[in-house]
């Protein structure tokens, strides 16, 4: 798998971390935990998804990303608390579900979501991803812009393209995601109050 998989997670990880030169901690403590046998065993009881295991795989490095980025994000609010990163004030079902009683399934269900709606929107999914990291507009569109190309005329427009990609009423990331939620959500007889018992 090492040999399979490594040349593919590397670019991954480096694209999506804050701090690309955590990679090889993140890759580690990656493998580390694939190889407990318990992630393929997790592997084995979503196959009602049918999710392939190249896709189960990145769906798990990603969530060790995530969790780096979140503590850098931690850190970094508690090292400026002047000046609060503040969420997005959209209505985003991923957030009702994840204060939902049922955590496990409601992760589930988000992470098989993303990975669905990844296969023809993957740009839709990294708006996604940031936004459940907590970031806004503004940081997803420096994000986007790249280092050096901030200046305020650029970066507005770029804030304002992020924003319309996201919130579009029946194309935007937000919306794609909610149909893909809700299609996976009917396929296994749930509904949003299954989440709230």
């Known amino acids: 798998?090492?040999?399979?998989y490594q040349r593919l997670f590397l670019p991954f990880a480096r694209r999506r971390l804050f701090h690309p030169q955590d990679v090889e901690d993140v890759?580690?403590?990656?493998?580390?935990?694939?190889?407990?046998?318990?992630a393929i065993c997790r592997y084995a009881q979503q196959s009602e998804f049918q999710v392939s295991l190249r896709s189960f795989c990145l769906g798990i490095l990603n969530r060790r990303i995530i969790d780096r980025n979140r503590q850098?994000?931690?850190?970094?609010?508690?090292?400026t608390s002047d000046n609060p990163i503040t969420n997005n004030p959209d209505d985003s079902p991923e957030e009702l579900l994840t204060q939902s009683v049922s955590g496990n399934l409601?992760?589930?269900?988000?992470?098989?979501?993303?990975?669905?709606?990844?296969?023809?929107?993957?740009?839709d999914v990294e708006l996604l991803r940031w936004h459940l990291d907590g970031l806004t507009y503004e940081d997803m569109?420096?994000?986007l812009l790249g280092p050096g190309q901030t200046a305020t005329t650029a970066l507005k427009k770029k804030i304002n393209a992020v924003k319309k990609q996201f919130t579009r009423e029946s194309s935007g990331s937000l919306a794609r995601f909610k149909v893909v939620l809700q299609e996976l959500m009917q396929a296994q007889g749930l509904s949003y109050d299954d989440f709230w018992r």
């Open 1 to 4: 798998m090492v040999r399979s």
């Open 72 to 79: 850098i994000t931690r850190e970094k609010q508690r090292l």
């Open 106 to 123: 409601a992760r589930g269900l988000i992470h098989a979501a993303l990975i669905k709606l990844a296969e023809h929107s993957p740009q």
């Open 27 to 38: 890759l580690q403590n990656y493998w580390e935990e694939l190889m407990n046998g318990k």
């Open 141 to 143: 569109a420096k994000r």
